[in-house]
């Protein structure tokens, strides 16, 4: 009984974008880059949108497209009951993003919202799916036995798609952050099953207070001034808001080695499991000496973690499911198989997500 992941997708812009293509528009190269982040390559999203990326990686997770993964066959859009998109880069502010692939993808039937909870999209994704999937599957058993209507949306499929366009957060006069960044798209459908033992066993979210600014973006709304103040007049974008993505690496380093570790530990231990029960771990890509450094407090060879960020690059939210894709694709996971998704960003947030498939 459990949110069983029937169908996986993902999607990346054509635009492949090298470390020496870098080294010509900031101070750094490939020799700086890759023992230090892992990344060869990114994807950058030149003609692409955010829409078309997660529309693309959706009917790769529906089989309505060639290149995806289907446990049992293709998923007729109309079958979503929902579809949440983690993002912080949807193509308008509303509609929101979800609401738009659901157009694109013909889920006529889903009701639709986006999360922003940075590149633990992933997981938090996941986890409330799970949550919505459970909480229906309660609430038509109480219907059944009463005989009373459904007290909720009857939620029995979910599509979670991560769909980022990070680019357009990312200063391109910023060495720090430039180098690390890339667009893409990946996702899951979600189904309710009552009966087997394959699906979501356990999942664990946190949060914490971001008070030093290790991670940050601010909204083009933040420091608008508002017309009710006769002092300040008219409203007027204000030139100090900074629309790029800020971080201080170090920090950020710090917390998403220590979070992995905690995370991954947590979630298995609401599933009453260990990392030796773990097939593979499909963890958040923002640096190879994060994975690197969580697989060593783990005790875990480095070949149990699908690794991506080489040729993708860190698309927040949308990277573990990428990973988990190309897992699925690769064969890397079968049936019966236990995995673990862990992720940390901007919030701060963190979370894992343990699976059977
Ligand atoms: O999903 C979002 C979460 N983000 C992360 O998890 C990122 C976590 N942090 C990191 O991955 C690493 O901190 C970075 C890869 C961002 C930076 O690596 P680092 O080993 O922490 O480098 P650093 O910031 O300590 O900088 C070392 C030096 C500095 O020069 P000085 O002051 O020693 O002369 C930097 O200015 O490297 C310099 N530097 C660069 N040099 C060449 C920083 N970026 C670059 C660059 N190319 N791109």
Avoid at 40 to 56: K, P, Q
Avoid at 220 to 226: D, G, L
Avoid at 266 to 289: G, I, K, M, T, Y
Avoid at 337 to 352: E, H, K, P, R
Wanted: with cysteine; net charge negative.
């Amino acid at each position: 009984m459990g949110s069983v992941i029937i169908g996986s997708g993902k999607s990346l812009p054509k635009r492949v974008v090298t470390n020496d293509e870098l080294g010509q528009i900031v101070d750094t190269t490939d020799e700086w880059i890759v023992p230090r982040t892992g990344i060869h390559t990114r994807r950058i999203a030149v003609e692409e949108t955010a829409t078309d990326l997660g529309a693309e990686a959706a009917l790769r997770a529906l089989g309505a497209q060639a290149d995806g993964w289907q446990r049992d066959g293709a998923i007729d859009p109309a079958s979503l009951d929902m579809i949440v998109c983690p993002t912080l880069t949807p193509d308008t502010h509303f509609p929101s993003e979800a609401a738009r692939i659901r157009e694109r993808i013909g889920a006529v039937n889903a009701v639709c919202y986006d999360m922003s909870c940075a590149c633990s999209g992933c997981v938090y994704g996941l986890s409330t799916a799970d949550l919505m999937l459970a909480g229906a599957a309660a609430a038509r058993a109480q219907a059944a036995a009463t005989g009373a209507p459904m007290r909720c949306n009857d939620v029995r499929r979910v599509l979670v798609v991560a769909a980022e366009r990070l680019s357009k957060l990312v200063d391109w006069e910023d060495r720090a952050t430039c180098i690390l960044f890339g667009d893409g798209a990946g996702a899951v459908v979600l189904e309710w099953r009552d009966e087997g033992d394959a699906g979501i066993l356990s999942s664990y979210m946190e949060n914490s207070d971001d008070t030093e600014r290790t991670l940050w973006c601010d909204s083009a709304f933040t420091a608008r001034t508002v017309p009710f103040d006769a002092e300040q007049g008219l409203p007027e974008a204000d030139a100090a808001c900074d629309p790029y993505m800020r971080m201080a690496g170090q920090a950020v380093f710090k917390f998403a080695t220590a979070a992995m570790v905690r995370c991954t530990e947590e979630a298995l231990a609401r599933a009453q499991l260990s990392v030796d029960d773990v097939a593979l771990f499909a963890p958040h890509q923002a640096n190879e000496r994060i994975i690197r450094y969580a697989a060593k407090k783990m005790d875990l060879p480095l070949e149990r973690f699908q690794i991506i960020i080489d040729h993708v690059g860190n698309v927040s939210g949308a990277s573990a499911l990428i990973a988990l894709n190309e897992a699925l694709c690769e064969g890397k996971l079968k049936q019966g198989d236990v995995a673990c998704m862990t992720a940390f960003g901007g919030g701060l947030t963190a979370g894992s997500c343990v699976f059977r498939i």
